[in-house]
């Protein structure tokens, strides 16, 4: 059974930074699309960076310049370096791990609140 856990969220100052982390387990992982979402409250759960098997990354317009998104295959994991934080960056933050469009698996999501 595929489980994500993630950490690395928390409490930063407005242009703080935060890393964070995403370990996978229960399955070969270097084949997947691993990416994060954020979802503030009342609004839906929107992606904020992905990166494919191959290392392609993709961001959101919000963050690009700022955050960063990476992966290490031998240790299942993802990361999202987050810099120049910004209040409207609070949100709860998924990982994602995904093979195709029909196999998807979701963490249990991380706090990042950004005060100002």
């Known amino acids: 059974q595929v489980q994500l856990v993630e950490s690395g969220g928390g409490l930063v100052q407005a242009g703080g930074s935060l890393r964070l982390s995403c370990e996978a387990s229960g399955s070969i992982f270097s084949a997947a699309t691993m990416g994060w979402y954020r979802q503030a409250p009342e609004k839906q759960r929107d992606l904020v960076a992905s990166?494919?098997?191959?290392?392609?990354?993709n961001y959101a317009g919000s963050v690009k310049g700022r955050f960063t998104i990476s992966r290490d295959n031998a240790k299942n994991t993802v990361y999202l370096q987050m810099n120049s934080l910004k209040p409207e960056d609070t949100a709860v933050y998924y990982c994602?791990?995904?093979?195709?469009?029909?196999?998807?698996?979701w963490g249990q999501g991380t706090q990042v609140t950004v005060s100002s």
């Open positions: 994602r791990v995904s093979w195709g469009f029909l196999t998807v698996y």
């Open positions: 990166i494919t098997s191959n290392g392609s990354a």
